[in-house]
């Protein structure tokens, strides 16, 4: 992480560093969701863009999401989607800090990054959990694999009748759960996972939002990634 000082302008000027269906997407839901001005600047992980001088030079964990706020670089998604939230209250994004509500949000984005995603990384990138032999990447994603079908039914059975994750309104915690459920379809992804009918329908009702579609629509003319068949996005 770079910079101590707190912009001088506010509200800050705000470039999104983001990769086509990566796990930036969130942010960058967050972002057109926010109406808040910002940049949004591609950096092709399937190419390598983020192990590239001038990037690492600006973030060096190398990864995405990264937001440029003023001078000073923030990474990781549940700081970065909690950031862009309390910067424009009048989204809701959030529940206001101090309710329970709020802590159940951070509750579901730390599930999502310390495990959910994790998951995904040992199917996609087992190499980083089991080294460069065949038979440790294997049984890496055997397991990713296990954990993979036990948090999709986590998921499954935490999320309730509601519209949204925490009730009612949108949160970020939405457009954080919309990004892995288009994982869930991955063809890399080769076991069998569980039935996920309220996953599909939050799914589902996240790309219907305006400011998804333009999100998603933005990354897709970077790179055309399919979508499943039922989560239409027609602009
Ligand atoms: N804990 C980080 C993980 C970020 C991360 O792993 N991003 C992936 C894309 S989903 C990435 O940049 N991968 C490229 C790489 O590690 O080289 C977060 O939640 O933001």
Redesign the pocket.
């Known amino acids: 992480m770079t910079g101590q000082s707190l912009p001088s302008a506010f509200p800050p000027s705000l470039s999104l560093y983001y ?1 086509p269906k ?3 997407l969130a942010s960058h839901i967050a972002l057109e969701e926010s109406g808040l001005a910002f940049e949004a600047v591609a950096v092709n ?1 399937r190419n390598q863009e ?2 590239q001088a001038d990037y690492l030079r600006l973030n060096p964990s ?4 990264a937001l440029g706020i003023g001078g000073q670089i923030l ?4 700081a ?1 989607l909690t950031y862009i939230a309390d910067l424009a209250p009048e989204s809701q994004l959030l529940p206001r800090p101090g309710t329970v509500a709020r802590a159940r949000a951070h509750e579901w984005m730390n599930l999502i ?1 310390s495990s959910l ?1 994790v998951a995904y ?1 040992s199917i996609f990138r087992p190499q980083t959990y089991g080294g460069e032999e065949a038979a440790g990447m294997a049984a890496v994603q055997a397991q990713g694999g296990k954990n993979l079908a036990r948090y999709l039914e986590l998921i499954e059975s935490r999320l309730g009748d509601s519209t949204y994750a925490l009730g009612e309104t949108f949160t970020v915690v939405d457009a954080y759960l919309f990004v892995f459920y288009l994982w869930s379809f991955d063809e890399r992804v080769q076991c069998g996972l569980p039935a996920r009918p309220r996953y599909a329908a939050l799914a589902q009702r996240v790309a219907a939002r305006p400011a998804v579609r333009k999100a998603v629509a933005r990354e897709r003319a970077v790179r055309a990634y399919d979508l499943p068949p039922h989560i239409v996005m027609e602009a």
């Open positions: 990769s990566a796990c930036s992980i983020n192990r190398g990864t995405v999401p990474t990781e998604s549940q970065i990054s995603h990384r």
